[in-house]
């Protein structure tokens, strides 16, 4: 069990920028790859970054590649996403999640353990 904590989610106008957070528990979280996916009402849920153990690999999803950061710090069992330039179509719930493999992967099926998601809403 790897529960996960996300914050940092809000109601903010297009173009600004939101850093969520996502605090675990346990002592293994250095070696887990960590993933943050999204879901809008009315859709799949869909990845968004991913991290592989050590913070060296990351992957985007094209929508977000360019505006987007996933990073980690595991001195404090923490993923951060830095999100800039937002936009509308951004909006939705976004899902912290853990895999037991210390290799980043975007598939959702791939990770085993998810944090209750934190709410995020650009206005244009």
């Known amino acids: 069990q790897v529960p996960l904590v996300e914050s940092g989610g809000g109601l903010v106008q297009a173009g600004g920028s939101l850093r969520l957070s996502c605090a675990a528990s346990?002592?293994?979280?250095?070696?887990?790859?960590m993933g943050w996916f999204r879901q809008a009402p009315g859709k799949d849920r869909e990845f968004v970054a991913t991290?592989?153990?050590?913070?060296?690999?990351?992957y985007y999803a094209d929508s977000v590649k360019g505006r987007f950061i996933i990073s980690r710090d595991n001195a404090k069992n923490t993923v951060y996403l830095q999100m800039n330039s937002l936009k509308p179509e951004d909006t939705a719930v976004y899902y912290c999640a853990a895999r037991s493999s210390s290799i980043a992967t975007t598939i959702v099926g791939h990770f085993g353990y998810w944090g209750q998601g934190t709410q995020v809403t650009v206005s244009s």
């Open positions: 991290i592989n153990w050590s913070g060296g690999t990351v």
């Open positions: 346990g002592r293994t979280f250095s070696s887990y790859a």
